[in-house]
């Protein structure tokens, strides 16, 4: 289902938010810049990844593969 646009996404990303909340620091709190790769897909792959996380590791990101990891992590 494609939800882009969808009359009720705000209220979806609302109520995720409320949720996820408590299980995150707050933004002003970060020790650290990450770069969230989606290298394991094989939906919207970019093409350039190798060189835009080289070029964000020279500003102090990591890249990070949500895959396998629980929502606190």
């Not at 408590?22 to 394991?40: F, K």
């Not at 020279?58 to 593969?65: A, Y």
Request: proline share 7%; charged share 30%; net charge positive.
């Amino acid at each position: 289902m494609l939800l882009r646009g969808h009359p009720k996404m705000r209220s979806a990303i609302d109520w995720l938010r409320s949720r996820l909340a408590g299980l995150m620091d707050p933004p002003d709190s970060a020790t650290e810049r990450i770069y969230i790769s989606r290298r394991d897909t094989r939906h919207r792959v970019l093409l350039n990844e190798t060189e835009l996380e080289e070029a964000l590791a020279t500003r102090g990101f990591r890249p990070v593969v949500l895959t396998g990891m629980s929502v606190p992590d």
